[in-house]
């Protein structure tokens, strides 16, 4: 049984931050998910009950803290408002989509940089 809100004391989305503030380091990050986006605009174009985000929080309860959340390079949520009546998300809080989890996420892990660091 899923714990009401209120008896979790649970931040709101305004409340969260919306960024990790962490640079993209390659180019493939941001148009691969994008690319997904616009492929996804396309084919449902006539739905109203999907999220695709890119690099947006997520905000969940399984973790230790609900003020930590995972940050992927795209994901997708069904069952949820493509675009809400009341504004934009800033992040994807779960609590205030109705418990409703990506069912998909991607990520892009790069080799690093850094001599010192094997990939």
């Known amino acids: 049984m899923v ?8 931040p709101t989305s305004a409340e969260l931050p919306c960024s990790d503030e962490t640079p993209v380091d390659n180019e493939d990050q941001n148009f691969i998910p994008n690319f997904l986006l616009f492929l996804l605009e396309f084919i449902w174009a ?3 009950n999907w999220f695709w985000a890119v690099d947006m929080a997520v905000y969940h309860t399984t973790g230790v803290k609900t003020d930590i959340p995972v940050v ?8 949820v408002e493509r675009l809400r ?7 994807y809080v779960v609590w205030e989509e ?6 998909f996420a991607r990520e892009l892990i ?3 940089c850094s001599p010192e660091k094997s990939v």
Do not use: A, Y
């Open 3 to 10: 714990e009401s809100k209120s008896k979790l004391n649970l």
């Open 46 to 48: 006539d739905r109203q």
């Open 85 to 91: 009546s009341s504004g934009p998300r800033r992040s």
């Open 72 to 79: 992927p390079d795209g994901f997708l949520s069904l069952g």
């Open 110 to 112: 790069s080799p690093s």
């Open 98 to 103: 109705n418990n409703v989890v990506p069912i």
